[in-house]
């Protein structure tokens, strides 16, 4: 579909990466400063699943969904051996 973006959805668009940008970055400096103890906590965890869904849904928007899925898939189970 090709349309031209509103000027208030280019906005929330711009505020959408730049969002997901920083708490992307505060997850990934928790990881790697906590190491292993970053999964003990439940919060931690939705914290990451919140960040993975927001850059799904970024890069969604502009690759095809089936690459999306299979990069979903192989960060799910990346994360999943890593808590057990």
């Keep these: 579909m090709n349309y031209v973006l509103q000027p208030e959805r280019k906005i929330l668009t711009i505020l959408d990466g730049v969002l997901t ?10 990881l790697f400063a906590l190491d292993k103890h970053y999964f003990n ?15 799904t849904d ?6 095809p969904p ?3 899925l299979c990069h979903s898939l192989f960060i799910g189970v990346v994360v999943a051996t ?3």
């Design 41 to 55: 906590d439940v919060w931690n965890l939705y914290e990451m699943l919140t960040v993975i869904a927001s850059v």
């Design 58 to 63: 970024i890069f969604s928007k502009q690759i």
């Design 82 to 84: 890593k808590t057990f």
């Design 21 to 30: 940008g920083i708490f992307a970055s505060e997850c990934l400096l928790k």
């Design 66 to 68: 089936l690459f999306i």
